[in-house]
């Protein structure tokens, strides 16, 4: 099974890609793939931007990332509420390739963290009820609120009831996905 993550922030000190980082841990017998988004940065889509010069490399690049995956584990930041610019950017130019829809039909484990009590819920809630429309097979979500109390990088999730809802949506993805393959 081949796993392709990513964390939607371009934030060289992400809590979300701490966050995807050890969702991975969980998955030993996968090929996993933890891409940054500051390796796919391209211009601010724009339907000009594409009349001009096309759909940007890194575009087509991230794409062919999701088709060769089985599963895609992202862990969204949430800025005002929503998606970040970078993650909304290379959501908007991968919509734009002919003949796709952006998630390709995959299954999808999708999480939000963040350092405030709601951890990253307005994001999480826009992306599981948006990304069915592109293509997502959101198989399970998770939200791990208030970062700095709840997780440390030598344990991971300390809380142990937070941690045992992830284990549970974990294996539920795990469940869901050998159905699949």
Known sequence: MKILAFA???SSRSINKQL???VLTYFTD???QLVDLNDYEMPIFSVDRESKDGIPVAALDFAAKID????IVCSLAEHNGAYTAAFKNILDWVSRISGRKVWNDKPMFVMATSTGARGGSSVLEIATTRMPFNGGKVLEKFSLPSFNNNFSIEDGIVDEQLKSALELKIQSVKTQLAKLI
């Open 20 to 22: 995807v980082s050890y």
């Open 8 to 10: 939607g922030s371009n």
């Open 30 to 32: 996968a090929q996993t």
């Open 68 to 71: 060769e995956a089985d599963l």
